[in-house]
């Protein structure tokens, strides 16, 4: 699976953006999705999972009430959106399709940058 993100970009303190990651080049459908960023000098972190059909979505503590992670299989695209934005929020946001099909999202949490499939990343930046 190939991944495309996009949606990106400066946004002040409390705003809002919907990220969006187009897949092409495999059965959208049958993989669950996450969400991961990456902040300068620190390590990647999940930020939000969802299921292969969209019944199960999961959080990190730090977004859980701001972000919802949702999809359209039929587009072939999984979106974040992003409101009440901080300044902690700044960073690459990047999203990863599972390495295997059906997978559960609850264990998106765990992946690693050499599993399943990845994104390049869209920059998020937010100024107060």
């Known amino acids: 699976v190939q991944l495309q993100a996009s949606g990106g970009g400066l946004v002040q303190t409390g705003g809002s953006l919907r990220l969006a990651c187009a897949a092409s080049?495999?059965?959208?459908?049958?993989?669950?999705m996450g969400w991961f960023r990456q902040a300068p000098g620190k390590e990647r972190e999940f930020v939000a999972g969802i299921n292969w059909d969209g019944g199960s979505t999961y959080y990190s503590d730090s977004v859980k009430g701001r972000f919802t992670i949702y999809r359209d299989n039929p587009k072939n695209t999984v979106y974040l959106q992003v409101n009440s934005l901080k300044s902690e929020d700044t960073a690459v946001y990047y999203c990863a399709a599972a390495g295997t099909q059906f997978t559960n999202a609850r264990f998106m949490r765990f992946m690693t940058p050499e599993a399943g499939s990845w994104g390049q990343g869209t920059q998020v930046t937010v100024s107060s």
């Open positions: 080049g495999g059965t959208f459908s049958r993989y669950a």
